[in-house]
């Protein structure tokens, strides 16, 4: 669509001598930025013209941090996120699960022991009670422990016997030694997952229809994925028939390490749309399952220091072969003792900086670590809406340590690229919540004090995160994230202004349209049609 949109307040992400009113798109790319109308129509006559009477517009914004395929494929399934107490969410299950097929998978997502009205971590025999014969497995918010049923158990061929995995625990009853019904680490559930039956063809792709409705509402006109395998195979798919829609950079688990290699693939292998950016590896666990891997203990224990998913040893080999063979790494790390792990194999594996490795999550770093993080060139991939979600955790399983935790600031100011993600569906796909939780830390509407203030962020760098980060992150920062000439026309609208409106409003701004590749793929009901 060639277009010029007009009486604007156009935010390039670029400094500017003066703010600029218009922005003109000329078949996927931005043609020009200015204030002159009259030279805009002079240059190009043919466009349509669009008055938006005053709305803000900034780059598209950019999730860097998804489980996209996931989310989308369960958004079918039952979400527990926001229950209060136990019983809330046996009631949902049991609803959910009334009139299912006898072998059909129940499948869900969201609870939480640390946010029921009353800490109780559930078992298979209680998810028995409300699943009947049929096989049960629901990931906790975090994704960090998987609460199975006792079919399920079967299936997976997990019991008493079976041995808990390098990385990953099996809960046990302590006499007995039976699997209680909860797995954690991806090591530790992964032998249910594999046998979990996925919606078929036609079903992912109408939930991925609706997902991509989803994101575009919210602004979002690319993201970064770390799903499993057959992400990248749909992916390719929709691409092939040009109907992806967004700009992805995908990520393979590590345990494709060699396959890659095999084939040559390498971080950058596709196009504009789709690419790889290489591959996802775990240090540790996460701090809502108390795994998340520590330089001291958690309080109220002596002896739990986290989840070791990989050790300092395995992770510089993996991470020492995939730069070899030009790939980039993304590694989970969230404890601070994972954070250092990783920060000293990187140190000990060497590789090009180009290759844009990361450290995903971040959530806790040594302040004696922040020097070592920079000179690596290692990007942070946060996601901002964690800090306030999380911080009646970090307060009650971290104390005082909670200082070093989600230090944005502290990270700009030493020169650490920072790039921002939501982690959904652990968190909503929703930048404009990222950039609130990022400026004002603490949540949407939530009164009272601001978690540890003084490593807020400007408006400005917040959204920096979901656009200049990603695009740096991604290899792509000569030809996007940014507003200006040449760069590609991905392009988020907003109806309020949110660099003038108020800090604490930030999370009620709403998008007028989202834009991709110079086309319109979503418009909310007050948007202007041309002139």
Same mark, same amino acid.
């Given at each position: 669509?060639?277009?010029?949109?007009?009486?604007?307040?156009?935010?390039?992400?670029?400094?500017?001598?003066r703010r600029p009113t218009l922005i003109a798109l000329t078949g996927g790319k931005i043609a020009m930025i200015g204030e002159e109308l009259s030279d805009a129509k002079r240059r190009f006559p043919r466009h349509r013209m669009i008055d938006l009477d005053g709305r803000a517009v900034i780059p598209g914004l950019v999730d860097s941090h998804t489980h996209f395929y996931f989310w989308a494929i369960t958004l079918g399934a039952v979400h527990l996120d926001g229950t209060v107490d136990f019983d809330a969410a046996l009631k949902i299950i049991a609803a959910y699960s009334a009139g299912r097929a006898e072998d059909e998978w129940i499948i869900g997502?969201?609870?939480?022991?640390? %946010?029921?009205?009353?800490?109780?971590?559930?078992?298979?025999?209680?998810?028995?009670?409300?699943? $009947?014969?049929?096989?049960?497995?629901?990931?906790?918010?975090?994704?960090?422990?998987?609460?199975?049923?006792?079919?399920?158990?079967?299936?997976?061929?997990?019991?008493?016997?079976?041995?808990?995995?390098?990385?990953?625990?099996?809960?046990?009853? =302590?006499?007995?030694?039976?699997?209680? $019904?909860?797995?954690?680490?991806?090591?530790?559930?992964? =032998?249910?997952?594999?046998?979990?039956?996925?919606?078929?063809?036609? !079903?992912?792709? %109408?939930?991925?229809?609706?997902?991509?409705?989803?994101?575009?509402?919210?602004?979002?006109? $690319?993201?970064?994925?770390?799903?499993?395998?057959?992400?990248?195979?749909?992916?390719?798919?929709?691409?092939?028939?040009? %109907?992806?829609?967004?700009?992805?950079?995908?990520?393979?688990?590590?345990?494709?390490?060699?396959?890659?290699?095999?084939?040559?693939?390498?971080?950058?292998?596709?196009?504009?749309?789709?690419?790889?950016?290489?591959?996802?590896?775990?240090?540790?666990? !996460?701090?809502?399952?108390?795994?998340?891997?520590?330089?001291?203990?958690?309080?109220?224990?002596?002896?739990?220091?986290?989840?070791?998913?990989?050790?300092? !040893?395995?992770?510089?080999?993996?991470?020492?072969?995939?730069?070899?063979?030009?790939?980039?790494?993304?590694?989970?790390?969230?404890?601070?003792?994972?954070?250092?792990?990783v920060i000293t194999a990187f140190e000990r594996a060497g590789g090009e900086r180009d290759l844009r490795h990361r450290i995903e999550h971040l959530q806790l770093i040594s302040a004696a670590d922040v020097p070592r993080l920079r000179k690596t060139g290692i990007i942070a991939s946060m996601q901002p809406t964690h800090c306030p979600s999380d911080r009646k955790l970090v307060a009650a399983y971290w104390g005082g340590r909670g200082k070093q935790a989600y230090i944005f600031k502290t990270l700009l100011r030493w020169g650490v690229p920072l790039t921002f993600g939501s982690d959904v569906p652990i968190e909503p796909l929703d930048p404009l919540a990222g950039i609130h939780a990022a400026v004002n830390r603490n949540?949407?509407?939530?009164?009272?004090?601001?978690?540890?203030?003084?490593?807020?962020?400007?408006?400005?760098?917040?959204?920096?995160?979901?656009?200049?980060?990603?695009?740096?992150?991604?290899? %792509?920062?000569?030809?996007?994230?940014?507003?200006?000439?040449?760069?590609?026309?991905?392009?988020?609208?907003l109806n309020d202004d949110i660099y003038t409106m108020p800090l604490s409003r930030i999370y009620a701004a709403s998008v007028a349209a989202t834009m991709f590749d110079g086309r319109f793929v979503w418009r909310d009901s007050s948007f202007p049609d041309a002139d």
């Open positions: 669509m060639n277009v010029i949109l007009y009486n604007g307040r156009v935010y390039p992400q670029a400094r500017m001598a997502d969201g609870w939480s022991p640390d %946010r029921w009205a009353s800490y109780h971590l559930p078992t298979a025999a209680e998810l028995d009670r409300v699943t $009947g014969n049929r096989p049960a497995a629901l990931f906790s918010k975090d994704e960090h422990m998987l609460w199975v049923n006792s079919r399920a158990l079967r299936m997976a061929g997990i019991d008493e016997r079976y041995p808990d995995p390098p990385g990953g625990v099996i809960d046990r009853d =302590p006499v007995t030694r039976r699997p209680t $019904g909860i797995l954690r680490e991806v090591p530790g559930y992964f =032998p249910v997952v594999k046998i979990i039956t996925h919606p078929k063809a036609q !079903s992912v792709t %109408r939930f991925l229809k609706e997902a991509a409705e989803i994101a575009y509402r919210r602004g979002v006109t $690319g993201f970064h994925s770390v799903d499993g395998p057959d992400a990248w195979e749909f992916f390719q798919t929709l691409h092939g028939q040009g %109907r992806l829609g967004f700009r992805v950079q995908y990520y393979f688990p590590a345990a494709k390490l060699d396959e890659l290699i095999d084939q040559g693939i390498v971080s950058g292998t596709g196009d504009e749309t789709l690419r790889v950016g290489g591959i996802k590896l775990f240090s540790d666990g !996460s701090l809502g399952a108390q795994s998340a891997l520590m330089k001291r203990p958690y309080r109220g224990s002596r002896d739990n220091y986290g989840v070791e998913v990989n050790s300092l !040893s395995a992770l510089t080999a993996v991470i020492g072969k995939a730069s070899r063979h030009d790939l980039a790494c993304a590694v989970h790390a969230i404890g601070d003792q994972a954070v250092a792990n949540g949407q509407g939530e009164r009272g004090g601001r978690f540890y203030p003084e490593e807020c962020l400007t408006v400005a760098q917040a959204i920096a995160g979901f656009t200049v980060g990603p695009a740096y992150a991604s290899g %792509r920062e000569s030809f996007s994230g940014r507003l200006l000439p040449e760069y590609q026309a991905d392009v988020t609208i």
